[in-house]
C-alpha cells in the first residue's frame, strides 16, 4: 500500500504542487488548507506522515503540532517559511520529526519525508530491506538507491517500485496484471498501458543507458528480469 501523506498548507499553488509531485512519486495525499481542519484529519489515523506549515490562518501550525502530539505519534515535517531559528527549535521541541524551509526543492522534501520513513520503520523494529542485485545492477530498498557497477541510476517513486518488483522475482516471468497490481494497486484507474510504458522508462534507463539487455518481453504473458547467466 502507498504510504498516505496530508498536506496541511493554506497556499493553494504550494498545496496543489506538493499533491501532484507526491502523487507522481506514488504517495496518496489528501489536503487540508487550515489548522482546524488539518489537525482533525491528523487525528483520524487515516495518514502515515502530514507536512504542516507553520503560518497558517486560524491555529498556526505549532499549535496544530502541540495539539496533535497529546494523543498522536503521527510523523510530522514541518514547512517553515522564514528562517526562524525560534519556530524550529519550538517544532522540535513540540514532537516534529523533521522541518524544511521554504523555498525548498522538492528533492530536499522527498528525501526528508523518506528519511523520515526509515526512522519509523527502524523504531518499529523492522529490518531493512536486503540490497537486491541482478547482473551488476543493485537496488538498495532501504536507501531508496539504484546503482549499475559504480553509476547512480536516477528513477522516480514508480519505476523504482516496477524495477524493485522485477528484481525480487529475477528469472520469473510477471504479467502485466500482477505488475500493475503491485506497482500501481487493484484500484488504479489510468491508462491500462501504464505497465508498458513504465517499462519503456526503465530500459530507456538501465538496458539503453548501460548498453545491456536485463529487461526482457516475454510475448502475450509479460515481462522478466534476468541476466544472460539466469
Ligand atoms: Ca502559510
Known sequence: MAAKILIVEDEEKIARFLELELQHEGYGVDKAIDGRTGLEKAK???????????????????????????????????????????????????????????????????????????????????KPPEALSCGALTLDPARHTVRYGTEPVNLTFKEFLLLQTLMESAGIVLSRDVLMEKVWGYDYMGETNVVDVYIRYLRQKIDDAFGVKLIHTVRGVGYVLKDKEQ
Open 44 to 126: 483520524s489515523g487515516h495518514y502515515d506522515l502530514m507536512l504542516l506549515d507553520v503560518m497558517l490562518p486560524g491555529l498556526n501550525g505549532l499549535e496544530v503540532l502541540r495539539r496533535l502530539r497529546s494523543d498522536s505519534e503521527l510523523p510530522v515535517i514541518l514547512l517553515t517559511a522564514r528562517d526562524s531559528v525560534m519556530d524550529k527549535v519550538s517544532g522540535l521541541d513540540m514532537g516534529a520529526n523533521d522541518y524544511i524551509t521554504k523555498p525548498f526543492s522538492i528533492e530536499e522534501l522527498l528525501a526528508r519525508i523518506r528519511a523520515v520513513f526509515r526512522m519509523e520503520a527502524k523504531a518499529a523494529g523492522q
